[in-house]
């Protein structure tokens, strides 16, 4: 299991968000989004940081850092390590299920990752039977290619999705993202898109949607 921060927001908990950092940084990373993203009259929250496991990242002269998976070339969309995306998965399946577990419902667990933490999150959606509540995907992309079409469920297209992206990220373009919003629609699920004026980053704006679009989900469950 992956070693995680934990943050709540009440002392009984009735959803869960789990999410999942960029390369190079770990789970302290968004834990100060919280103050910014809750809103009064939410239900209890209990926030999930995980960690990313220690591994030499190719691109970077394999030098050991926290990372989902190992980058091993420039083309962003095909550089990607399918077996470490897929570990991570995994990983993410576990924390899921350790939040079943603890007594909440699948159905009222969300999934967020930026950028190398969004594309394990979405991969990891598209595949599940049993469909989370929604899915916020930060400054990322759709990795595993043609894989997606073969593997992903009818129940999975339930789930509705988020993006956000930099209009001059120059670690992930802009039109990945928007590259990405195409394939998920085209398979089936229904995608809100947001560009800001940024780069490979979070701003106030965003947080500000975020927090509207997390206000929906609370409202039909």
């Given at each position: 299991m992956l070693q995680t921060v934990e943050l709540l927001t009440s002392k009984y908990p009735a959803?869960?968000?789990?999410?999942?950092?960029?390369?190079?940084?770990?789970?302290?990373?968004?834990a100060p989004i919280v103050p910014?993203?809750?809103?009064?009259g939410w239900p209890g929250i209990r926030f999930v940081f995980a960690h990313a496991?220690?591994?030499?990242?190719?691109?970077?002269?394999g030098a050991v850092m926290r990372a989902w998976y190992d980058i091993v070339g420039m083309e962003i969309d095909k550089r990607a390590d399918e077996t470490g995306i897929r570990e991570?998965?995994?990983?993410?399946?576990?924390?899921?299920?350790?939040?079943?577990?603890?007594?909440?419902?699948?159905?009222r667990i969300l999934l967020a990752g930026f950028s190398q933490g969004g594309a394990v999150v979405l991969a990891h959606m598209l595949r599940r039977k049993v469909p989370v509540a929604g899915v916020m995907a930060l400054s990322t992309y759709l990795p595993?290619?043609?894989?997606?079409?073969?593997?992903?469920?009818p129940e999975a297209k339930r789930t509705p999705v988020y993006m956000a992206h930099g209009m001059f990220d120059p670690v992930v373009p802009l039109a990945l993202g928007e590259q990405s919003r195409?394939?998920?629609?085209?398979?089936?699920?229904?995608?809100?898109?947001?560009?800001?004026?940024m780069?490979?980053?979070?701003?106030?704006?965003?947080?500000?949607?975020?927090?509207?679009?997390?206000?929906?989900?609370?409202?039909?469950r």
């Open positions: 959803w869960s968000v789990i999410w999942l950092h960029g390369l190079g940084a770990d789970g302290n990373d968004f910014e993203l809750v809103k009064p496991p220690m591994r030499p990242v190719t691109i970077n002269n991570s998965m995994a990983e993410l399946d576990a924390l899921i299920n350790r939040e079943r577990d603890r007594g909440i419902p699948v159905s595993l290619g043609a894989a997606n079409a073969a593997e992903v469920t195409q394939q998920l629609q085209t398979l089936g699920f229904s995608v809100d898109f947001k560009s800001y004026p780069q490979h980053n979070v701003c106030a704006e965003e947080i500000r949607d975020m927090a509207l679009w997390l206000d929906a989900r609370f409202a039909i």
